[in-house]
C-alpha cells in the first residue's frame, strides 16, 4: 500500500506543476438558485465563511493549487508503477487506484468536502488485474468502495466473508459494460437528526434529510450533470421520488 497526502491541503507541489495551469485560464464555476440560497441548509452546512469572503483571484489560486498537487501526485503513481515494471512485479500485481472522497472547489459554492452532492461522493477507482480483458478501458457502470474487499478476495481467489455489502468487481474487468451494481448509497452525519443519505443511480442522485422531506433533493444526472435544478418536488417525477425512496430505506434498513 502507498499513500500519498496529495492533493490535501496544504497544496503545495514544486512550481513546474503550478505551470501547467495558468490562472487566466481557470474558470470558476457557476452556481444555480439553490447554491445561492443554499437550500436545503443541511446540504450546504459544509460551508464557511471565510471561503465565501475570499477574493476571485485567491479562489482561483486555490484551484490552480489543487490541479498542481493533483499532477504533482499522478506523477508519483507514476514512479510506482514504474518500480513495479522494473522489479518484474507487474505480472502479478492487482494494482487498485482511488481516494477517500472528493473536493469541491467552488462547485455548488462549497470548497471542500462533507456534502451529498456529486462531486465530494465520486472518487478515482481505477482497478488493474493481471490478464483482465479490460485493463485500460473506462466502465460506465456504479462502484463503491465496499466494493474493494469482495472483488480483491474474487481475484485472488480467496473466499470473503458472506456479511459484506459490497459486491465483486471482477465481472467488470473482463467486460466493462458489465453491471454488477445497480445502486451506491453515501451518508453524511450532521448531527443528532441531521444526517442526510444519498442514493444514485445511473441516472438519478436521490437526497434525503432527517430535517424532513421538504428538503429532500433529486438530480437527474443524465441531463444535469451538474445538479442544478432539484427536482425532488416536481409533480410529474413523483413516481420516481417514491421508487428511490422505497429504494432508500431498503439500504438502510440492511
Known amino acids: 500500500g502507498v499513500g500519498s497526502s496529495r492533493p490535501h491541503t496544504p497544496f503545495v507541489a514544486p512550481a513546474k506543476y503550478f505551470d501547467l495551469y495558468p490562472l487566466d485560464r481557470i474558470q470558476l464555476p457557476d452556481t444555480s438558485e439553490d447554491d445561492r440560497a443554499r437550500r436545503p441548509a443541511l446540504a450546504y452546512a ?4 471565510e471561503q465565501d469572503r475570499a477574493t476571485d483571484d485567491l479562489r482561483r489560486r486555490a484551484i490552480q493549487a489543487y490541479r498542481a498537487s493533483t499532477s504533482f501526485m499522478d506523477a508519483q503513481v507514476g514512479r510506482v508503477l514504474s518500480a513495479l515494471e522494473r522489479l518484474g512485479l507487474a505480472e502479478n500485481t492487482i494494482v487498485v487506484f482511488t481516494s477517500d472522497h472528493g473536493y469541491h472547489l467552488g462547485d455548488h459554492g462549497l470548497w471542500q ?6 462531486r465530494a461522493t465520486r472518487v478515482p ?13 473506462a466502465a460506465p457502470g456504479l462502484a463503491g468502495l465496499i466494493d474493494l474487499y469482495p472483488t480483491l478476495a474474487d481475484l485472488c481467489g480467496l473466499p470473503a466473508p458472506e456479511y459484506l ?15 454488477p451494481r445497480h445502486q451506491v ?7 443528532p ?20 422531506p421538504s428538503d429532500t433533493q433529486l438530480f437527474d444526472m443524465e441531463n444535469d450533470p451538474r445538479e442544478t435544478r ?25
Open 46 to 49: 459544509s460551508a464557511r465563511p
Open 185 to 191: 448509497v453515501s451518508q453524511v452525519w450532521r448531527g
Open 193 to 212: 437528526g441531521r444526517a442526510g443519505y444519498a442514493l444514485r443511480t445511473e441516472r438519478w442522485r436521490y437526497i434525503e434529510w432527517e430535517s424532513g
Open 113 to 118: 468536502k462533507q456534502s451529498l452532492f456529486e
Open 165 to 179: 455489502d459490497g459486491v465483486s468487481l471482477r465481472p467488470v474487468l473482463d467486460d466493462p459494460t458489465a453491471r
Open 125 to 137: 477507482l481505477i482497478i488493474a488485474a493481471p490478464g483482465a480483458k479490460a485493463n485500460g478501458r
Open 230 to 254: 432539484n427536482r425532488a418536488h416536481d409533480p410529474e417525477l413523483a413516481s420516481v421520488v417514491a421508487e428511490l425512496g422505497a429504494m432508500l430505506a431498503r439500504e438502510k434498513a440492511l
